[in-house]
């Protein structure tokens, strides 16, 4: 048989024909791609901490190893990681969350989709604020649920109001997501923002959040955030708190997520998992127990850098003409309004009419690698990573710069 043979009679199901690829994973492909080539490329494109795993994390990895726990675990993890958990979902919101609240994935992502597979009906509506995750439409979608996009707006620090809340629920709301601080913003809901919509939300027990919260220990106030289930006790019950290593540990390719919630979803979550994968990865489990509990000292350096760097870009950002950078409270990521440069030209005579054409004029001309902000439900904007060195940023933003320099 040969490949175009198999090509020509395969259909991929509706789900799949509904769904795109996430434009971050292939932005970073191009990225490759390019760099492959032999062209120097600052890739800013990137969603993960540039650093290593911490050794004590690592060297937990190797003791679970070597002591033998390389085979699956329970369905819902193993006991020491649900405690691990547990204590720190009390020590951050105060909270004690019983056993039966914790769900354990690999990696977040997979414990959002598991979530909206075991919640969503057809038409199911999941409403989801501007600029969002890229992952939250299309796993709805994938999962037979409308996703109802709300456009936030400039004067709202991109954050969905009361009001926007109100007049997007339907009977067929199942789902708000909140994503604080946001990917790709870095803006981070306050406690009174939070409680304003709790308020909204009192008034509609058909509809829960999900409140994804993985970029909570990378923030540059001087006060630790707050999250919904903490200050909201009147709806905690129909709070999903997302949360994982992946960022604050740099530990992506562990892959290794959670989420605590009413013990009746999370059991349904649960049921979903053991057959999808059984269990989360032994060995990630064992990683995370020593990331959670162990020394937290590498989150705190690595979040003082993120700021110095952050600090950096905004600065650097904010001398070009036509830009106007989000300034973010939390994350590492800038999301940049270049409304400003549409309708000038390229040295070559081309009108930039979209930030689609912004993104490919400054990977084309300045070797700077971005996100179009379409890709985030928000236009004309585009998504700087600052999971990178100071010097990678310095050396970017002067590219970016001499580039927008020539446009006219
Ligand atoms: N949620 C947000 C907002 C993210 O930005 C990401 C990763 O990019 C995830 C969830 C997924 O994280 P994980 O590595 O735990 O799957």
């Not at 769904?19 to 890739?43: H, M, N, Y």
């Not at 620090?157 to 790709?184: D, G």
């Not at 070009?320 to 309708?343: K, N, Q, R, S, T």
């Amino acid at each position: 048989m040969t490949g175009s043979h198999l090509a020509a009679s395969f259909t991929p199901a509706q789900r799949v024909q509904r769904i795109k690829a996430s434009p971050s994973t292939v932005a970073a492909a191009r990225v490759r791609e390019l760099k492959a080539a032999g062209e120097q490329i600052f890739d800013f494109t990137v969603g993960q901490p540039d650093f290593d795993t911490p050794q004590h994390i690592q060297d937990a990895a190797t003791r679970a190893m070597a002591a033998g726990e390389t085979r699956y675990t329970s369905v819902n993890g193993t006991v020491e990681l649900r405690a691990a958990i547990r204590q720190r979902m009390q020590r951050t919101s105060g909270i004690a969350y019983p056993d039966e609240s914790v769900t354990i994935g690999g990696g977040a992502k997979q414990v959002i989709y598991l979530a909206f597979s075991a919640t969503l009906d057809a038409h199911d509506e999941v409403i989801i604020p501007t600029p969002y995750w890229v992952s939250y439409p299309d796993m709805v979608a994938a999962n037979d649920g409308t996703p109802v996009i709300v456009q936030t707006k400039a004067e709202d620090r991109y954050k969905i109001t009361p009001e926007q809340l109100r007049a997007a629920i339907t009977e067929r709301t199942r789902w708000l997501i909140l994503n604080s601080p946001s990917n790709p913003t870095g803006v981070a809901y306050t406690k009174p923002e939070l409680q304003a919509l709790a308020a909204v939300l009192e008034e509609v027990p058909h509809v829960w959040v999900l409140t994804d919260e993985i970029y909570d220990d990378i923030t540059f106030g001087p006060e630790p955030l707050v999250g919904l289930a903490e200050v909201a006790p009147s709806i905690r019950s129909r709070v999903l708190t997302v949360n994982g290593v992946s960022k604050s540990y740099a530990m992506t390719g562990w892959r290794l997520g959670y989420a605590v919630g009413d013990p009746a979803l999370i059991g349904a979550i649960n049921l979903l998992q053991s057959q999808v994968s059984t269990c989360p990865s032994s060995v990630s489990q064992a990683a995370a127990v020593a990331a959670l509990t162990g020394d937290q000292t590498f989150v705190h350096e690595t979040v003082r850098a993120y700021r110095e760097r952050r600090d950096r870009a905004l600065d650097l950002i904010n001398t070009i003409d036509g830009l106007h950078p989000i300034e973010p409270d939390g994350a590492f990521y800038l999301f940049v309004d270049c409304a400003g440069l549409i309708g000038r030209r390229t040295p070559q005579g081309q009108e930039l009419t979209s930030d689609q054409d912004v993104t490919l004029y400054l990977l084309e001309e300045a070797g700077v690698a971005v996100i179009q902000g379409s890709a985030f439900g928000a236009e004309p904007f585009f998504r700087m990573s600052f999971a990178t060195d100071l010097d990678t940023i310095e050396a970017g933003v002067a590219a970016i710069s001499e580039a927008v320099a020539q446009l006219t």
